[in-house]
């Protein structure tokens, strides 16, 4: 991955000032529990986690006996997560490694990408690692993805929000969505209670319809079992929040 990447600028250390104390545990158990559930595997299932992060979701995959494996550009993020898995106990196969390289071959019979951690790239780019998700999952196992839903996006338009928080900082976030490309972008600012001091942040991401992801799923052998609102299993619709769906190869499918 390239240092010209916002990607590489973005998860840092100020990422985790902005967003880790939104990751609760009991907000990392609730997803998790989803996150079991959708995905509907049998005890000591394979599971891949892309783009782990800090590695809240396979840790708890992990302890509730999966085979885990958690993949992440971030080599920071990665350390972060293998301290807490020895912290925990919890057995989990930490990667470094760009989702546009992945080199598995029906390893999988989960994988995961949750909290928009897909459509980072360019469209030819986000389509190859859809083809590489589908090559890595076993016949019949199972895709489940976790994303900002495009047509809530369009329908806020340019949208400015203040979130206190409970350490009393102030987080800004103001999003802004491009027609044209169906990129957002969105440019956060954390204000410190103490100093006064800024975090700035600011990610572009393409976001997708219900209809373009199933296409593009479809492409690759990737059938659309499910498609939700959030995890809370609502209907999906123009209002929601979250665009979530659970897609499958194909048994017997050779793959691309």
């Excluded at 994988?111 to 780019?125: L, N």
């Excluded at 190859?128 to 809530?152: E, Q, S, T, Y």
């Excluded at 996006?153 to 969505?177: H, I």
Aim: aromatic letters at 10%; glycine letters at 10%; proline letters at 4%.
């Amino acid at each position: 991955m390239s240092d010209r990447e916002w990607p590489v600028a973005f998860f840092d250390d100020d990422y985790l000032k902005i967003y880790q104390p939104q990751f609760t545990a009991e907000r990392t158990s609730a997803e998790v529990d989803f996150i079991e559930s959708a995905l509907a595997l049998s005890a000591g299932a394979r599971v891949l986690d892309l783009a782990c992060g800090i590695g809240r979701h396979a840790i708890g995959m992990a302890t509730r006996g999966y085979r885990v494996t958690g993949l992440d550009f971030n080599a920071q993020y990665l350390a972060i997560a293998e301290e807490e898995s020895r912290h925990t106990g919890t057995q989990v196969e930490w990667v470094q490694g760009d989702m546009r390289a992945l080199r598995f071959e029906g390893a999988f019979d989960g994988i995961y990408s949750y909290f928009t951690s897909f459509g980072y790239y360019g469209d030819a780019e986000n389509d190859a690692v859809l083809g590489l998700i589908a090559r890595a999952l076993a016949p019949g196992g199972r895709f489940l993805i976790d994303m900002a839903n495009r047509d809530w996006v369009l329908t806020q338009g340019q949208n400015r929000t203040w979130n206190p928080r409970p350490d009393g900082a102030l987080l800004m976030e103001e999003v802004s969505l491009d027609l044209r490309t169906s990129r957002v972008t969105s440019r956060q600012i954390l204000i410190q209670p103490s100093s006064g001091a800024q975090v700035v942040k600011t990610f572009d991401l393409r976001v997708y319809t219900c209809a373009e992801l199933t296409s593009l799923m479809s492409r690759h052998g990737l059938r659309v079992a499910e498609v939700w609102g959030g995890p809370d299993r609502s209907p999906y619709s123009a209002t929601s929040r979250r665009l979530v769906m659970l897609a499958a190869r194909a048994s017997g499918d050779g793959g691309p």
